[in-house]
């Protein structure tokens, strides 16, 4: 957001958010099937419930305990769909308010990944003339932090 801010605030804020992933995730993604990625940690093994088409794709132990009620697992759900502009709104609101970490949204071949979290995104591409003509472009979106963190 301007001004390198983290959280919105507002619906105008929201739509700044919006507004940005979505313009990314045009250039990288128009016309093409994309997959979502979407992770649940839980203390139990099996895969919780996930909504609408997501299905379960792995399950893995992220934190070991000698105790059961502490050990972590991450199970990751997947579902491709058409990439179209808005299609993910909720989901990228959730991500803003920090109510949804992790996601991913990658293109068919894996080439292309895009993570959205709480005040921006991580975008990984196959090429670093692709990412710096992709920074470019935004270079007025990027942090004012020395680091661009």
Not at 23 to 49: H, I, K, M, N
Not at 133 to 146: D, I, N, T, V, Y
Request: net charge neutral; proline share 6%.
């Amino acid at each position: 957001m301007p001004e390198s801010k983290r959280y919105p605030d507002d619906e105008r804020e929201y739509a700044i958010v919006l507004e940005r992933h979505n313009t990314v995730l045009d250039e990288l993604f128009a016309g093409a099937e994309v997959y979502v990625l979407t992770p649940r940690w839980s203390s139990r093994e099996s895969a919780p419930r996930m909504r609408r088409d997501a299905k379960h794709w792995r399950t893995w132990l992220q934190t070991d305990d000698p105790e059961p009620e502490f050990r972590t697992y991450c199970h990751v759900f997947v579902e491709r769909r058409r990439w179209r502009r808005g299609g993910l709104d909720g989901l990228l609101r959730r991500v803003a308010d920090d109510r949804e970490g992790g996601v991913i949204i990658a293109g068919p071949g894996l080439r292309r990944l895009y993570h959205p979290y709480d005040g921006g995104a991580d975008v990984y591409l196959a090429s670093t003339e692709e990412r710096d003509r992709l920074k470019e472009r935004h270079a007025g979106w990027l942090s004012g932090h020395p680091n661009g963190l």
